[in-house]
């Protein structure tokens, strides 16, 4: 056994004496009900022992939880159809999350948490089960594995049908500050969660339409790439551009061509998708497809609260373009202006946009379209228990999607980090196009 079941406990907001309202789901929330949840695995040095741990810092992280989840109560409840036929999450006095702790019997911190190939199946085992449940579907688990003298992983399984990466980091933010103030509440606390939905204006009805699609089983709605199942034979490892490197591919994309859309997010996306066309040995004469989610919280009128609790990725962008036009010398670039005159054409109407979702993701699965995780907008190396910066952050998930991960870089202010998961002679391949890219960049 790799690891020892130290204690399982489930945790739940203080008690009200009011009953907590449910939340309605907004057009946001539908795409995401039938796919798998996000994992998401911190990484922090702690040099001490597992007893020292249960002594001194598991009681405080249990009080701070249950006082953050107090405001984010929606994550301790679960997901149903409402009486009225509107799918809703719901809380009930008692509603709780589960949180696991585990101790690592020959696991290496410093090898687990590192940049290089590793075996998704290593990572496994640090990340919580969610229960999929039809009727009542439970929204969050939590899992604390130690590395007893090294260091410790702390594992959220969050179904995005909750939140998206904002939200959750939100969530994950509060609970570390509480944390640091020994489980109480103090005046430097981020802002509490947003959690009236009425904010979100439909007034074309996108939600009872993308509502219908995911009801109806002639048109059922599935993860937009197949689901790889076993993960074993997988490997999991990141890849970093630096701030230079990517002032530098701005700059490249640039030269020359009609201005367009030109953002970090864009080059590095660029940069990883040829990369991985590359790597999976695509046919030249094929098409390449690249689908991420528009994220709406600054570009949605009327306006809504910056700490607003749930999801606000919903529309698609899809960028296309034939394997041999991104494989070839100025590959990058011919992607950074794919990827860009994507984003510049999206809707300024989100019904609009988001009445194109389904569509779009259905042309992508045919066509193994790599899709994104995570942003370097999340600051997720800003999450700090008491413990330090986290050494490490890893998304797991993407190994259900064929997907990349992004992040912004640990050690670099305006790099960024890419997480890949791919068969360990596919990784070799990733591994060795990043590094020709960038000679031939010049970067």
């Known amino acids: 056994m790799a690891l020892r079941l130290v204690e399982h406990s489930r945790v739940s907001p203080p008690l009200s004496s009011s009953p907590r309202p449910s939340l309605p789901f907004t057009?946001?929330?539908?795409?995401?009900l039938n796919l798998g949840p996000v994992e998401r695995l911190f990484f922090f040095r702690f040099p001490h022992s597992t007893s020292h741990f249960l002594d001194v810092h598991l009681p405080i992280l249990k009080s701070s939880l249950s006082i953050t989840l107090e405001l984010f109560y929606p994550l301790a409840g679960s997901y149903r159809c409402?009486?009225?036929?509107?799918?809703?999450?719901?809380?009930?006095?008692?509603?709780?999350?589960?949180?696991?702790?585990?101790?690592?019997l020959d696991l290496d911190f410093h090898d687990i948490a590192g940049h290089h190939a590793r075996s998704v199946d290593k990572l496994l085992l640090l990340v919580p089960n969610l229960p999929i449940s039809p009727d009542s579907q439970p929204l969050l688990a939590l899992q604390l594995t130690l590395?007893?003298?090294?260091?410790?992983?702390?594992?959220?399984?969050?179904?995005?049908?909750a939140c998206d990466g904002f939200s959750s980091i939100h969530f994950v933010k509060y609970w570390a500050a509480a944390c640091r103030a020994a489980g109480s509440l103090p005046p430097s606390l981020p802002p509490p969660p947003f959690l009236d939905r009425s904010v979100i204006a439909d007034p074309r009805g996108v939600y009872w339409k993308l509502s219908e699609i995911f009801r109806s089983p002639k048109t059922s709605w599935e993860n937009p790439i197949t689901r790889r199942g076993n993960s074993g034979g997988m490997a999991c490892a990141t890849f970093t551009l630096g701030a230079p490197q990517i002032a530098r591919l701005k700059q490249l994309a640039q030269e020359g061509k009609p201005e367009f859309h030109c953002s970090t997010f864009v080059v590095a996306c660029a940069y990883a998708w040829v990369c991985h066309v590359k790597s999976l040995?695509?046919?030249?004469?094929?098409?390449?497809?690249?689908?991420?989610?528009?994220?709406?919280?600054?570009?949605?009128?009327?306006r809504i609260p910056p700490n607003y609790f749930g999801n606000c990725l919903g529309s698609a962008c899809q960028a296309k373009k034939r394997v041999s036009e991104i494989i070839g010398e100025d590959g990058v670039l011919v992607a950074c202006e794919a990827i860009g005159k994507c984003i510049e054409d999206q809707p300024d109407d989100v019904s609009e946009s988001m009445e194109r979702l389904f569509p779009l993701v259905r042309e992508a699965a045919l066509h193994q379209a790599l899709s994104l995780a995570g942003s370097p907008k999340l600051r997720v190396y800003e999450t700090d228990f008491g413990w330090g910066k986290p050494e490490k952050v890893e998304v797991t998930s993407i190994r259900?999607?064929?997907?990349?991960?992004?992040?912004?870089?640990?050690?670099?202010?305006?790099?960024?980090?890419?997480?890949?998961?791919?068969?360990?002679?596919?990784?070799d391949e990733f591994s060795k196009q990043f590094s020709i890219r960038s000679k031939l960049l010049g970067i």
């Open 400 to 427: 259900e999607t064929g997907a990349i991960s992004m992040a912004e870089s640990r050690e670099e202010l305006g790099g960024v980090e890419i997480g890949v998961v791919l068969p360990f002679r596919q990784m």
């Open 281 to 302: 040995g695509f046919d030249e004469d094929r098409v390449a497809y690249l689908l991420f989610p528009m994220d709406w919280r600054q570009r949605i009128r009327p």
């Open 82 to 104: 409402s009486p009225e036929n509107r799918f809703e999450i719901h809380y009930s006095d008692g509603d709780a999350v589960s949180l696991t702790v585990n101790e690592s």
């Open 147 to 161: 590395f007893p003298g090294q260091g410790l992983c702390l594992a959220l399984t969050v179904h995005h049908a």
């Open 27 to 32: 057009m946001f929330d539908i795409p995401w």
